[in-house]
C-alpha cells in the first residue's frame, strides 16, 4: 500500500468479534483418528497477532473459482464460491470469511451443508465429516450489496462503488465483503475470478484474461481472469468501469502487460501507463525474475480509493498516486508482499520496508537523490520512531510510518553492514527463496545472516525491534 493523502488521524480497531464457540460436535477420537465422525470444528481464526479472528483454521485453501455478477446500477452482486481446500483436520465444521451479503445455499462435495452466520464468520457443518488430508470442495452461493470497511489507518477498503462502477481493494481484511473465502495472508492459493458486468463496460481482475464474451441475453460481458500463481486474498482485486485498455509485451521481461485506465483521466496518465513495461524491466534487473505471468496498472479517478495498493499481476492506484515511485513502489510489491507474503500482519515491514527502499533505489537512479539522502530524510523524521517496524503496538498501527521508512532504514544499514554485492544477492535471494510463499522477520534475519555470514543481532535489535531512535548513526 501508498497513502496518497496526509495521514488521517489513526484509529483503533472496533474490538475483535469473538471467537465463536462451535458446539455439537463430540471430539472422541485423537487427532488423526479416522475411523467414524468424529472430527471437530476448524478454529474461527487463523491465530494472527493483530487480528484473531482474520483467516480460520483446520484447512488450507488452493483454489478459488469465484463466478460474480454486477451491476453498478443497482450495486448488486450475486456471487458464487467454489473453494477447493485440503482439510488439516478431520472437520466436522469450518469456517469462511464473510462481511454482510446474504448466503443462499452452501454445499462441501456436492452435498448441501448447513450455513451459519455470526459477525463476519460463516460457519459450513458438512453432511459428513471431512478426513485430516481429504481434498474437498465448498460451494457458497450469496448476493447482497458489497460493502466498505475502514481499515486500521481509517481508509477505506472493501467493495468500493466508483462513478462508473467499483474497484475491490482489500488489505487487510476488505476481501471479505465480496467473497467467503479463509481471509488471512497464510493462506495463498490460484484463482479463476469470472466477472459479468453490463454491456458497455469491462472487469478488470487479477492474473491473465482468458475470455471476453458476451452474455446470452446480449446485455452484458463477462471477462474470464485467472491467476495461475498463488495470491493472498488481501491482494485479489476487481476493476469494474468504463476503461481504456492497453495491452502489450515489453521487451525484455517478455511479461504481458495489460492496463485500465478510467476514461476520464486516462489521457492525462498515458506517458506513466507507457512506461509500466521499462519500470517492470527495471524492477527485474534489481530483484529477479518476475514473479507472475503478467504485469500492469488499474488507474481510477481521484477519490475512487485512498491509496494506491499492489494487488497481484496489476496494482490499483489513483489518478493523483499514480507517480513514478509510487509505481515503482507498487512493483516491488510482486516481489516483497505478493510473491513473498508476510506470515501474519506483524511481519508486513518485509512488505512495506522492501517497497519503500525500491523507491529509494528509483529516486537515486532517475532524479538525483542518493539513497543515504533518503535515509537521512527517514531518519529525522520523528513519525518514523513512533514504534518498531518488526512489532507494531497493535492492529490500529499496523501499517503506520514506521513499517515503511524504517523498514526501509534497516534495510539500508544492512547494505552498509554486508556490501553491496551481498545485500543485492540478498534482496534478489530473498525473493527466489521464499517465492510464492510466505515468510516472517525471523526468516529474514536468519536468511542475511547466512548469506553474509554475519551476526547482525545488534543491527536487528536497534533497527528492527528497538524503542525510539538510536544515536546519529
Ligand atoms: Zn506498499
Known amino acids: 500500500m501508498a497513502f496518497v493523502y496526509p495521514r488521517l488521524g489513526l484509529r483503533s480497531l472496533a474490538p475483535a468479534a469473538a471467537l465463536i464457540v ?162 488471512h495472508p497464510g493462506d495463498k492459493a490460484t484463482y479463476d475470478i469470472s466477472v459479468t458486468v453490463p454491456d458497455g463496460l469491462t472487469a478488470v481482475s487479477n492474473g491473465d484474461l482468458r475470455s471476453q464474451r458476451p452474455t446470452a441475453d446480449g446485455q452484458g460481458t463477462t471477462f474470464a481472469w485467472h491467476s495461475a500463481q498463488p495470491m493472498a486474498t488481501y491482494l485479489a482485486t476487481v476493476g469494474v468501469g468504463a476503461y481504456e485498455i492497453t495491452r502489450s509485451r515489453p521487451g525484455t521481461a517478455g511479461i504481458p502487460v495489460y492496463t485500465a485506465a478510467d476514461r476520464t483521466v486516462a489521457g492525462r496518465v498515458r506517458e506513466l501507463l507507457d512506461r509500466v513495461p521499462e519500470l517492470t524491466n527495471w524492477s527485474v534487473d534489481k530483484f529477479g525474475p518476475y514473479p507472475f505471468s503478467s504485469t500492469g496498472v488499474i488507474v481510477e479517478r481521484e477519490g475512487d480509493a485512498d491509496y494506491a495498493l499492489e494487488t497481484q499481476n496489476r496494482s490499483v492506484f489513483t489518478e493523483d498516486s499514480f507517480d513514478p515511485a509510487t509505481l515503482v513502489h507498487e512493483l516491488a510489491h510482486q516481489w516483497y508482499g505478493d510473491s513473498v507474503t508476510p506470515r501474519t500482519w506483524r511481519d508486513v515491514w518485509l512488505s512495506e520496508g522492501f517497497a519503500t527502499y525500491a523507491e529509494w533505489l528509483y529516486l537515486e537512479e532517475f532524479e538525483d537523490t542518493p539513497v543515504r539522502a533518503s535515509f537521512e530524510d527517514a531518519f529525522g523524521s520523528d513519525d518514523n520512531w513512533a514504534f518498531p517496524p518488526a512489532d507494531q503496538p497493535g492492529a490500529g498501527q499496523l501499517l503506520g510510518d514506521p513499517v515503511y521508512e524504517r523498514g526501509a532504514m534497516t534495510l539500508q544499514k544492512v547494505r552498509e553492514a554486508v556490501g553491496d554485492t551481498v545485500f543485492f544477492s540478498v534482496l534478489r535471494g530473498w525473493a527466489a527463496t521464499h517465492r510464492h510463499g510466505n515468510a516472517s522477520t525471523q526468516d529474514f534475519t536468519a536468511y542475511v545472516e547466512r548469506m553474509s555470514g554475519k551476526d547482525l543481532g545488534a543491527l536487528w535489535d536497534v533497527w528492527l525491534y528497538g524503542d525510539g531512535r538510536p544515536s546519529r548513526p
Open 22 to 183: 462451535l458446539g455439537g460436535a463430540p471430539v472422541t477420537g485423537a487427532a488423526g483418528h479416522h475411523s467414524g465422525t468424529h472430527g471437530s470444528p476448524g478454529a474461527a481464526g487463523a491465530r494472527d497477532p493483530y487480528f484473531p479472528t482474520l483467516g480460520n483454521g483446520g484447512y488450507d485453501v488452493r483454489h478459488y473459482t469465484l463466478t460474480l455478477d454486477y451491476d453498478p446500477g443497482s450495486h448488486r452482486l450475486t456471487g458464487t464460491a467454489e473453494i477447493t481446500a485440503r482439510a488439516a483436520q478431520d472437520l466436522s465444521a469450518f469456517n469462511l470469511d464473510l462481511h454482510g451479503m446474504a448466503v443462499r445455499s452452501a454445499a462441501v462435495d456436492g452435498t448441501p451443508a448447513v450455513h451459519t452466520r455470526a459477525g463476519d464468520e460463516l460457519t459450513l457443518r458438512p453432511a459428513h465429516d471431512v478426513r485430516r488430508g481429504d481434498v474437498f470442495r465448498a460451494v457458497v452461493r450469496y448476493d447482497g450489496a458489497p460493502g466498505e470497511l475502514t481499515d486500521s489507518e481509517g481508509t477505506r477498503e472493501g467493495w468500493l462503488r466508483t462513478e462508473d462502477g467499483a474497484i475491490a481493494l482489500g488489505q487487510p481484511q476488505g476481501s471479505m465483503t465480496w467473497f467467503p473465502g479463509n481471509h
